[in-house]
């Protein structure tokens, strides 16, 4: 003799309501932190340039390259 199993009960409206409200808010959260970490790589980048190409930064008011140039 073979039973079946009985079915699962159907989810409650609210359950799935609240399960789409929790979905948003997970992706919404992902794409604020996406956009912050894409923000800061911009700026880590431009700030990278920056001093790699003597724009600005610590400067050396003797010696280097361009001595005597002070500070920016």
């Excluded at 604020?32 to 050396?60: H, I, P």
């Amino acid at each position: 003799m073979c039973f079946k199993p009985p079915a699962p009960p159907k989810p409650d409206p609210k359950d799935i309501a609240r399960d789409l409200e929790q979905e948003q808010m997970m992706e919404n959260q992902q794409a604020d932190s996406a956009a912050k970490l894409a923000e800061d790589k911009m700026l880590r980048t431009q700030s990278t340039f920056g001093q790699q190409s003597g724009m600005y930064g610590m400067r050396s008011l003797i010696s280097g390259p361009k001595g005597g140039a002070g500070f920016y």
